[in-house]
């Protein structure tokens, strides 16, 4: 009897687990997917919205160094630039799953980090930032669950997907983000890096990692397969280089074999005056509008040989 008794108990308390997680679950989801500014919205905005003939994607590199005002002018086309914080190509390959399964830009701009296909498991749990897209978007479960064996399982919960957002969640509906992006998804970077130029000698005996190998190489595929035109570029730094990262020499050849435009700023010497940079790794708003201006003539040029 004790037994039997303890079991409803148990049941009734799960049920109204269940129905809690479902509820809570569900209002975060209204909640999140009815931010209009902010990072998080332009994260929305560039999987479900943005039909732009230009895309820029990669790191807070690619979000301080794209002015896609810019390009767009220059290009004659319509550009927003997806880049996002700490972000490398696990990221951008789902995102670009994502926009292809809606259409298919012209061009899309790829920036890269020196360690850009390193082994780091931080790099696994940013991919959190797309939880919130997974029901709307099977084609993420493949990278989300990434992160590890069990990550599956925790999306039987409708709350898991907003768990370390609630924050930003409430910010995005209260009008609280708007300095964060602008419309075009481009944030200028503002004052200037007044340390002196230091060297660097990158890792030899970097370790590469084979899932981030793998999304390259896809990356690059689906690119060609949809005849949309891809430059990968490495962008300036306020560093003297003393070598090249094993990822980058990765990236260059493979892009190499898929005969696609690969661009290196490394040790240019348009780009040594500090007056250009927020920091040693971050152009600031006008080193953004040369090196804008500098790239977009770059493209031009290959597109018109």
Same mark, same amino acid.
């Given at each position: 009897?004790?037994?039997?008794r303890?079991?409803?108990?148990f ?5 109204v687990?269940?129905i809690?997680?479902?509820g809570?679950?569900?209002f975060?989801?209204y ?10 919205y332009?994260?929305t905005?560039?999987i479900e919205?943005q ?24 290009l004659k086309?319509?550009c927003?630039n997806v880049?996002y914080?700490?972000?490398g190509? @696990? $990221? ?10 809606r259409?298919?830009? !012209?061009? /899309?701009?790829?920036?890269? %980090? ?9 790099s696994?749990d ?8 997974v029901a709307?978007?099977p084609i993420?479960k493949?990278t989300?669950n ?10 039987l919960?409708?709350i898991y997907?907003?768990?370390s957002l609630f ?9 609280f983000?708007t ?5 075009n998804?481009f944030?200028a ?7 002196p130029?230091?060297?660097?000698t990158f ?19 689906e690119?060609k397969?949809?005849?949309?035109? @891809? $430059?990968?570029?490495?962008?300036p730094?306020?560093r003297k280089?003393?070598?090249?990262? !094993?990822s /980058?020499?990765?990236?260059k %050849? ?19 005056n ?5 920091d040693?790794d971050?152009?600031n708003?006008k080193g ?6 500098d ?10 040989h």
């Amino acid at each position: 009897m004790r037994n039997t008794r303890f079991f409803f108990l148990f049941v009734n308390l799960f049920a109204v687990l269940c129905i809690l997680d479902y509820g809570i679950g569900k209002f975060l989801e209204y909640l999140y997917f009815n931010q209009k500014q902010g990072k998080l919205y332009n994260i929305t905005y560039a999987i479900e919205e943005q039909t732009n003939d230009v895309i820029i994607m990669g790191s807070s590199r690619a979000m301080h160094h794209y002015n896609p005002d810019i390009i767009s002018d220059s290009l004659k086309l319509s550009c927003y630039n997806v880049g996002y914080d700490g972000q490398g190509i @696990l $990221y951008h390959e789902a995102i670009l799953n994502t926009i292809l399964q809606r259409y298919t830009p !012209k061009i /899309i701009i790829l920036d890269v %980090n020196n360690y850009e296909l390193s082994i780091n498991e931080a790099s696994y749990d940013l991919l959190s930032i797309l939880n919130p897209y997974v029901a709307k978007h099977p084609i993420l479960k493949e990278t989300v669950n990434q992160k590890g064996k069990f990550e599956r399982y925790k999306f039987l919960s409708h709350i898991y997907p907003y768990n370390s957002l609630f924050a930003r969640i409430i910010m995005g509906n209260l009008n609280f983000s708007t300095k964060d992006v602008s419309e075009n998804g481009f944030t200028a970077q503002t004052g200037i890096w007044e340390k002196p130029m230091d060297s660097i000698t990158f890792l030899k005996n970097e370790i590469l990692d084979k899932q981030k190998v793998h999304s390259l190489n896809k990356f690059l595929k689906e690119c060609k397969k949809k005849d949309t035109s @891809l $430059y990968v570029i490495y962008s300036p730094t306020y560093r003297k280089e003393k070598n090249v990262s !094993k990822s /980058i020499n990765y990236i260059k %050849n493979t892009c190499k074999e898929y005969d696609i435009p690969f661009i290196s700023y490394q040790n240019n010497p348009n780009f040594t005056n500090n007056l250009l940079f927020h920091d040693f790794d971050h152009l600031n708003d006008k080193g953004a509008e040369y090196f804008s201006s500098d790239i977009v003539t770059y493209i031009k040029k290959i597109r018109n040989h």
